[in-house]
C-alpha cells in the first residue's frame, strides 16, 4: 500500500548519497559550498531530463539554432548589459561571526515579504525589527553583492585582464545572433538555444542542489518581431507546461506566477515564473521573459556592430524581440526526484523506499538477475540476456550482490522500472520473470519480448 509521504529534503540528501545520485563536492577535504558532483545515476538522470528538453526545445522543430558558447567572455559583454554593475543580491553580514546572510532571505525567514523592497527598505525593517543573523547577533548594514566570478586571463593580474564566469548563458547566444544570421538565414521567428555552465557566486548557498555557485542552464532566446512577441510568449509558456508534464510531474505542484513591475528583471518588460512544491515549499522552478530588444540593443550600441534584421519581404528592418524560456538542470532533477520519492508498506508491515521515475528518464531501464549467484548455469545465461540488452538499449544493469528480495529493493530506490530474473525455467524455454517497480507484480514472458516493456 502506497504510503502518501511529502518526502523532505533529508530523505532526497540520504537517498541520493546512499544510491550515487549526487555526492558533496570535493568531500574528503570538507566539501565546498554550493557544489556538488553528480554520481553514475545522477549523471545519466541529468542526461536523460536535458535529452527531453534539447528533442523538445531544438531538434523537434525547425525555426531553433543550437550554440555552445564560450564560459568566459570579453568583459565589455557584462558592462553593456549591466551585469558588471547591478548583477547584485542584498547581503547583510552578521557583525560577531562575519556570516553573510541574502538580505530577502533573511526576512522571508521572519515572515516578511521583501517583494518591491530595495536595499534601503530591508535595511530600514531589519534595524526597526532588531532581526538577529541564525547565530542570534546583530547585523550589519544592507548592501548590495555582485554575484560574478572574477578571474584574470593571460600573464598580467591587472584591470586590463579581468573577465568573468558567466553568471547566464543568455549573454552567449545575443551575441552570436548575428552569426546565426549571417549564416543560416532564418526568418522570423526563430530561436537560439544551448544547455551550459553559470557561475553565481552566492551570498549563501544551500537547500542541497537548489542554490549553487555552480549550475547549468537549459536555455533559448526566440526572436520575433516586436508586434508579435504575445503570440510567441503564450506558445513558449504552453511549451514549458508540456515538456515539465512529459518529465512526470505532477500537474498539482506546478504554478505558474505572474512578475508585478517591481519584481521584474530591468530587461524584462513581462515575466513569468514556474514555481514547483519542493520539499522546501513552493519555489522557482523555471522561467518565461519578454526580455524586449534590451540585449541585442544594448550590445549593438556597445559593440558598435549593426544587429538588425532585414526582412526581406517587406523591405525593412528592425531589431527583434526576444522571449526567453529558461530552467536550470540542478532544480529540474531536484523536483523530479523529490515526486518521484515514495513509499509502501507491505503485508509484512515493512517500507518500501522507490523512485517512481518516468521510464524514460530512468538511469537503468531494466536490472538483470540470476536467481541463484552460485549457479554457474544461471550466471552465464544471466550475462547472456543482459549483454544482449546492453548493446541494443545501454541503460542496463546486472545484479547479483545479495539475496534476490534486497536486490529487488536496491533497484527500486534507484527507480529501475523492470528487473529480469533467470531461473531454471529460462534454461528449458528462454522465459524470464520480469517485475514491475512500482507496483511489485511479476509476470513469466519470453526473453525476445523484454524490450517491449520500455514503450510508454
Known amino acids: ?45 541529468r542526461y536523460n531530463i536535458q535529452q527531453k528538453w534539447w528533442k523538445m526545445f531544438v531538434s523537434e522543430r525547425e525555426d531553433i539554432f543550437p550554440v555552445s558558447t564560450a564560459i568566459l567572455m570579453n568583459p565589455n559583454v ?39 523592497m530595495n536595499v534601503s ?41 579581468t573577465v568573468y564566469l558567466r553568471p547566464e548563458t543568455a549573454q552567449g547566444m545575443f551575441v552570436n ?11 522570423l521567428p526563430f530561436g537560439i538555444a544551448q544547455i551550459g555552465k553559470a557561475f553565481r557566486n552566492e551570498i549563501a548557498p544551500g537547500n542541497f542542489i537548489f542554490r549553487l555557485r555552480e549550475l547549468e542552464q537549459m ?63 513552493q519555489k522557482e522552478l523555471g522561467g518565461l521573459a519578454y526580455r524586449t530588444d534590451h540585449d541585442l540593443s544594448s550590445h549593438s550600441k556597445s559593440s558598435g556592430v549593426d544587429l538588425v534584421y532585414f526582412d526581406e519581404e517587406t523591405k525593412t528592418k528592425v531589431v527583434p524581440h526576444c522571449v526567453e524560456p529558461t530552467f536550470g538542470v540542478e532544480r529540474m532533477v531536484l523536483a523530479v526526484l523529490s515526486d518521484a520519492y515514495k513509499e509502501d508498506v507491505d503485508e509484512k508491515g515493512e517500507t518500501r523506499i522507490f523512485l517512481k521515475l518516468n521510464k524514460d528518464l530512468a538511469p537503468n531501464k531494466f536490472a538483470v538477475f540470476p536467481l541463484l549467484k552460485n ?40 527507480g529501475t522500472p523492470y528487473c529480469v530474473t533467470i531461473d531454471f525455467e529460462t534454461l528449458e524455454n528462454d522465459t524470464v520473470t520480469i517485475r514491475d517497480r512500482d507496483t511489485g507484480e511479476q509476470k513469466r514472458i519470453k526473453i525476445d519480448e523484454i524490450k517491449d516493456y520500455l514503450i510508454v
Open 121 to 161: 527598505d530591508m535595511d530600514k525593517i531589519i534595524k526597526e525589527r532588531k532581526l538577529l543573523s541564525q547565530d542570534k547577533n546583530a547585523l550589519g548594514d544592507v548592501r548590495q553583492f555582485n554575484m560574478m566570478f572574477q578571474t584574470q586571463t593571460g600573464a598580467a593580474s591587472d584591470d586590463s585582464s
Open 177 to 187: 545572433f548575428k552569426n546565426v544570421l549571417d549564416t543560416f538565414h532564418p526568418k
Open 375 to 414: 549457479k554457474p548455469e544461471l550466471t552465464k545465461k544471466a550475462r547472456e540476456v543482459f549483454l544482449t540488452l546492453k548493446k541494443e538499449i545501454g541503460n542496463v544493469v546486472y545484479d547479483d550482490n545479495a539475496n534476490i528480495g534486497k536486490r529487488y529493493r536496491r533497484q527500486d530506490e534507484i
Open 219 to 281: 536555455e533559448m532566446e526566440y526572436f520575433v518581431h516586436p508586434d508579435k512577441w504575445e503570440e510567441s510568449f503564450n506558445e513558449m509558456l504552453e511549451l514549458q507546461k508540456k515538456f515539465l508534464l512529459s518529465l512526470g510531474l505532477s500537474e498539482e505542484k506546478i504554478h505558474f506566477v505572474e512578475i508585478g513591475e517591481t519584481d521584474r528583471a530591468h530587461y524584462s518588460k513581462r515575466s513569468v515564473d514556474t514555481e514547483f512544491d519542493f520539499p522546501i515549499g
Open 1 to 45: 500500500m502506497e504510503v502518501n509521504k511529502k518526502p523532505s529534503m533529508e530523505d532526497i540528501v540520504s537517498l541520493c548519497k546512499r544510491r550515487g545520485f549526487v555526492f558533496q563536492g570535493s568531500e574528503i577535504y570538507g566539501g565546498l559550498g554550493g557544489t556538488w558532483d553528480y554520481g553514475p545515476l545522477g549523471v545519466q538522470l
Open 78 to 116: 557584462w558592462k553593456a548589459t549591466g551585469h558588471v554593475g547591478g548583477f547584485n543580491d542584498p547581503m547583510v553580514e552578521d557583525l560577531k561571526t562575519k556570516k553573510r546572510y541574502r538580505a530577502d532571505h533573511l526576512l522571508e525567514e521572519n515572515n516578511i515579504d521583501p517583494k518591491g
